[in-house]
């Protein structure tokens, strides 16, 4: 699957402006298989390969259904740094406490693109930790970069974790219909928080988010209803 | 006008700050690792602090449209101090080489003691090897020897002096600096330090060339809107509107340019490329559908 998502990043540079030395540059990143390095280059990914966001068509290209989610709209450095990530934690004995590591040594851009690989290294369950503390960020787009179009959390949350990412979703403007896989981890519980949390709104006379229905009723009565 | 705050600690300011600064014009700053009021006891605190000015205080900015920018470095106070200061040199190249970071700073002299000098030495040689421009504080006593003793070692060192702005410079000290290449900042402080007509006689007698001002806001008794104010107080004694531009928007921008990281365009650490291809911004910013 890494090779799937490698080839698609090196197509990806090849073209473009100083598409050969982007293409250079990744390739040796990734041929080191020295962790420091590795992390030298994941600092360095957006001033060597550039942030410039790759057209959304082309990920549909890419045949992995979790690889063409985290590639859709994503920019050029950060799937360099999935890439290297991903590396990274196949040559290194302990992969979460790298991740760990490189998740709380980062800035925001490199925070966003550890959470994007998540569910694309190696078994994946092993971060849910890491993913569930990401939720508690009061960055924005920190937060988002787990909650938002990121097969991750569906799959690999606690009940309590997934709940409280939805929750906050709501509070913060994330649309529902962003957060993959979500009917399949509907529950009451979840159902009980957003109706306790609409009509707190609702008493204090403030608005309620536009899709807060979506999390109080059932997936199973919307199918039934419509 | 657009302005550039080059030296402003947003980390012990609110955002009713940001908000105002945003208002008065204020669109980039610079915040320079500094102490926090009293000493840390530890290099991990160190550490978070770095992290904050990499993360979350970039957030805050952005909320108010205000892009941020940090130096990164081991201040002069508490270089002194031996339960950190090793430990906190061994960090810092972990985050100089960060995006974000358009110098090495605040570094320089306080009390001037020979442990001061090896570790501003230490770092204008971090400063060269990660191709970074440096902000040198100087000591608030004694400030004409410390300025002198500033200028000498970075001439020792042979460290390039376009690449160095001197900070909190005064009437006595700022001619030495013009004298060399170095830049000259100016902390424009409501008591100490610099004031809005001083600097308006020193921009008369001096000109515009290699002068940059800062409010150097802090925990302190201090004001964020000094830039914008000292700005206002140019052009009210007749200083040109380019002059005044240059002082508060070109000069600070090429100075930290140097860096290679002073990335102006939008800040798109803040915006999800995801929302916009999907089209469903239709939550942010806008007020959501009131149910009743
Ligand atoms: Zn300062």
Redesign the interface.
């Given at each position: 699957m890494s090779a799937q998502l490698e080839q698609y990043v090196y197509a990806k540079l090849a073209g473009g402006l100083h598409g050969r030395s982007r293409l250079d540059w990744l390739s040796r990143a990734l041929a080191i298989c020295d962790v420091q390095t590795l992390n030298?280059a994941f600092?360095?990914a957006?001033?060597t390969i550039g942030?410039d966001?790759l057209p959304?068509s082309d990920a549909e290209a890419l045949a992995d259904a979790d690889l063409a989610c985290i590639a859709?709209?994503?920019?050029a450095d950060e799937l360099a740094r999935i890439c290297v990530l991903i590396r990274a934690t196949r040559a290194h004995g302990d992969p979460v406490a790298l991740a760990t590591e490189w998740y709380?040594?980062?800035?925001?851009?490199e925070?966003?693109a550890v959470l994007r690989a998540l569910s694309v290294l190696d078994d994946p369950d092993r971060y849910a930790e890491l993913g569930a503390a990401a939720c508690r960020s009061?960055?924005?787009?920190?937060f988002?970069a787990i909650c938002?179009?990121n097969p991750f959390p569906a799959r690999h949350f606690s009940d309590l974790a997934f709940n409280q990412m939805v929750l906050k979703a709501l509070f913060t403007?994330?649309?529902v219909?962003?957060i993959q896989g979500f009917d399949a981890r509907w529950n009451q519980e979840l159902s009980r928080m957003a109706s306790d949390y609409?009509r707190e709104r609702?008493v204090a006379g403030?608005?309620?988010?536009?899709?807060i229905d979506r999390v109080i009723a059932s997936p199973a009565a919307a199918t039934e209803a419509s | 006008m657009r302005m550039f705050d080059p030296h402003v600690h947003m980390t012990s300011r609110t955002t009713d700050d940001y908000e105002a600064m945003a208002n008065r014009g204020i669109a980039a700053i610079v915040e320079p690792a500094f102490w926090l009021g009293q000493p840390r006891t530890n290099a991990a605190t160190f550490?978070d602090y770095f992290?904050s000015l990499?993360?979350?205080e970039?957030?805050r900015a952005s909320q108010f449209g205000i892009r941020h920018f940090c130096t990164i470095g081991l201040n002069p106070k508490e270089a002194n101090d031996p339960r950190v200061a090793a430990e906190v040199l061994d960090l810092l190249p972990?985050y100089l080489?960060?995006?974000?970071v358009v110098a090495v700073g605040e570094i320089g002299y306080d009390d001037m003691t020979p442990t001061e000098e090896t570790y501003f030495a230490a770092q204008l040689e971090l400063a060269a090897t990660f191709e970074l421009p440096v902000l040198v504080h100087t000591p608030h006593r004694d400030k004409k020897r410390g300025t002198e003793r500033s200028l000498a070692l970075i001439q020792d060192m042979r460290f390039p002096e376009e690449r160095v702005l001197i900070d909190h410079n005064n009437e006595e000290t700022l001619p030495l600096v013009l004298d060399t290449g170095c830049w000259a900042g100016h902390s424009i402080y409501p008591d100490t330090k610099m004031d809005e007509e001083r600097m308006v006689v020193l921009v008369k007698k001096y000109g515009k060339e290699r002068i940059i001002v800062n409010s150097a806001a802090d925990w302190g008794k201090s004001d964020p809107l000094k830039v914008a104010k000292t700005a206002g107080r140019m052009l009210e004694r007749g200083i040109s509107r380019a002059d005044v531009e240059a002082i508060v928007w070109d000069n600070p921008i090429r100075f930290f340019s140097q860096s290679?990281?002073l990335d102006l365009g939008p800040d798109?650490?803040?915006?999800?490329?995801?929302?916009?291809?999907?089209g469903?911004s239709?939550?942010?910013g806008q007020?959501?559908?009131?149910?009743?």
């Open positions: 030298a600092v360095l957006s001033r942030s966001v959304p859709h709209g994503a920019p709380r040594r980062g800035d925001n851009r925070k966003r009061s960055v924005q787009l920190v988002e938002s179009s403007g994330v649309p219909s962003s609409a609702l403030r608005s309620v988010p536009v899709d | 550490e992290l990499l993360g979350w970039p957030f972990r080489v960060k995006d974000g290679g990281r798109d650490t803040m915006v999800d490329q995801r929302r916009q291809f999907e469903n239709v939550l942010r007020e959501p559908l009131v149910r009743s």
